[in-house]
């Protein structure tokens, strides 16, 4: 299964994400993550990224399809991958898919969490209060929501030409917007592709090299 999660800040891409992950047994790539990873260890990938992520502001498109170049090489012997946090621009949807077409890798799905930007400003203070992320400012949250909400758009419509797009309403349970997820990924047929064998894989060191 190769999975892409799309969704505002706060609509649960990290939960859902890991519940997919969970039930495929596929690797879970998450951008945000691995980016704040690399900045908590003052890599030199850490150092380049590390303003853009203070500011809410999106990383260089290079430097991301660096990442995903590698991450899909990973995915590969993984078996499938669920990806959060990519494409965030249709630029890097288009550079995406061209990878992933190279490496025989595309999507079979992208998930798409609607939700509206007064129930996720709500959920993504409260999870400031509990993390302390630095992105996670009232100013900084705002200015992510105004990002995503420029770039969706045509993103999703893209999925949905591709006729891969899974929308759920995520303003519910999460484990109700779950079942929804799983009982319609669980209709699709599975990827065919190089990915029939599974490996165990190291995600540790994406994205090293990429600055
Ligand atoms: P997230 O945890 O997904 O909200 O991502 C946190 C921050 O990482 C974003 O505000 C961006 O600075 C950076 N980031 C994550 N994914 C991408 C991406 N696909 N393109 C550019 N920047 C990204």
Redesign the pocket.
Known sequence: MRIVMIGP?GAG??TQGALIAEHFDIPRI???????DHVARHTNLGRV?DG??????????D??LCI?RQALIAARAAGGYVF??????MA?ARAAYTIAAELGMTANAAVHLRADDRELMGRLLGRAALEH?A?DTEA?IRH?LE?YQKAAQPIIAWFAQRGILVSVDAMRQAGEVGREILAALELLPEPTGPASVRHPVDLSGLGTGCA
């Not at 998450?30 to 704040?36: A, E, K």
């Not at 203070?54 to 498109?61: A, C, K, M, W």
């Open positions: 800040p891409k990290g998450v951008m945000g993550d691995l980016l704040r990224v853009y992520l203070g500011r809410g502001e999106l990383v260089p498109d430097v991301m995903v959060d946090g990519v494409p965030r621009t890097q992320r992105d900084v992510r990002l």
